[in-house]
């Protein structure tokens, strides 16, 4: 792999890059490795806005790091205010485009008037520093305003993607004991209605915790109300100040807890704090997209994952950036939205996956090559690893050989991006993450934890702590511990295959633990299993990742019955519909096989390997993601597994 062909970054982007050559990387990496604290503290010192300065960089009681102890600071204040003293005042900060075609452009004096308006609801309602908002809705300005009305309070956000469904939605408000829920009427996906606040209120049957439920009016479409729990936005709104003053708050209060899936059916609370998070968000969008001040700057994540925390709102606002929203589907009305939206708006830097890019490959390059995207001058990927003919057709067709693409690996435990080009200094090889950032201290080791070295695979893990990572699990600190820094003491286990090439270039293989990855979404194993066996029908259940052609991964599910008569076809149907309610309509299974018995370990374990190989060699079907590693994802699985 160290021959793959190698993209050297032209000296007309090299030339104006905030990172030049690759002294410019090594001088920086260095210096982030020789004296991390000082390294950190001068940065946070100039680049982040505190109401009071740290008495110390950093504290590490292993596995829990604090990060500027004893500084005050607040994400909203370093998002918003501080802008509204330059030029950037009168800026876009937001500009949005609804899926019906409305178009919203909010500069930071108004967004800062938006905020301050909605966090004065929410002190209204007795919101105050520590207590929790569940946010759930769609692709809207009132998601970013309602994030930063939290962290303007000290109020701890959580946002459940709008495609989760009311079963996930309520195990989340229960763990987090959420007292409010910050919601729309729906949301507008392909043209139809996704009814949000019916979700809510399912979900709110059993979540006794909830005292308040606000509710934005976006498609207008009826919806019951609960007369003292639940609000119009609108009408909360409506007598409300324009300021309210940011909280100072500790550098280590949370500022958000994100569930993502792990590997047993009970997801994870991430928990994510204030200065540290924000600090790397901030330089990473330096670092690797090379934000100029002049940019209109896109990353078409969904704010339900970690890319849209980081990387559509704070990351972009904390750099005073003109981040772009969009509501809806790529393909509509028609499969050429996205280039559409790029070529009215004359969008320079586009970050999305490697699932939606080989989507936009089957659609047909007439949909791209219809519109100007001559603004777009970077590109970049995330989520899963992008195989190099979906690189090689992002490069040519929608950068037309002029942009640099930035493979950025991390994930929601670690804040920000750790593994990524710096598109002004690094050369690119297609389906490499390149090198790690300034600060990220990433090795392969086997399970004892000793480096295998380059060129052979094993267990990607970082042996630093970093000022973004997550500082615990929510209300689980042992389980954070396990999870993360025990299988090998001390170092951060990502959970992920790699390998290393000559140049130092990561390759990223895929997950070793029990976590799919569908679409650039985490899935758990466990999760679907368990959401399978509550139904009445099944017996037993095992789920495993299959390759997929376009998502990367499926679902697949092998399934027991339990004694009775039973259609098959209609049964698979009623499965995958089942899956959609207990999860989200995301988590549908491509397969669903039924048989007599799983194959098990003689201590009762199901070997999962031997179905991951069933379904792999089964459904060999063109250019699949991370195929060739599979046998080495499943091999270090297995190890993994019965260790
Ligand atoms: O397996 C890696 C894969 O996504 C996992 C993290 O998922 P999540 O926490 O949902 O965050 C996704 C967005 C940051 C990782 O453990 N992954 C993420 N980025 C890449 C990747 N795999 C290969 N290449 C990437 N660039």
Redesign the pocket.
Known sequence: MADATVYAPSSAFAERAHVRGMEGYRELYRRAAEKPEEFWGQLAETELAWFQKWSHVFEWQPPFAKWFVGGKINASYNCLDRHLATPRKNKIAILWEGEPGEKRRITYEDLHRLVCRFANVLKDRGLKTGDRAIVYMGMVPELPIALLACARLGVIHSVVFGGFSAEALKTRIQDLEAQAVITADGAWRRGKEVRLKDAVDEALAECPSVHDVIVLRRTGETVTMQSGRDHWWHELEAGVSDECPAEPLDSEQPLYVLY?SGTTGKPKGIVHTTGGYLLQAQMTMKWVFDLREEDVYWCAADIG???GHSYIVYGPLAAGATTVIYEGAPDFPQPDRWWRLIAENRVNILYTSPTAIRAFIRQGDQWPNAHDLSSLRLLG?????INPAAWEWYYKTIGKERCPIV??????ETGSIMIAPMPGAVPLKPGS?TLPLPGVVADIVDLDGKPVGNNREGFLILRRPWPSMARTLWRDPDRYRQQYWERVPGVYM???AARRDDDGYYW?L??VDDVM?VS???LSTMELESALVRHPAVAEAAVVGKPHEITGQAVACFVTLKKGEWNHNDLAEDLRKWVAKEIGSFAKPEQIRFTDALPKTRSGKIMRRLLREIVTSNAVTGDVTTLEDLSVVTRLASQHDEE
């Open positions: 993502t994952w970690v890319t990927s995330v989520g899963e690893p493979d950025t690996w991390w994930q929601t993450g990502t959970g992920d990223i895929g997950r990855n650039g979404h985490r």
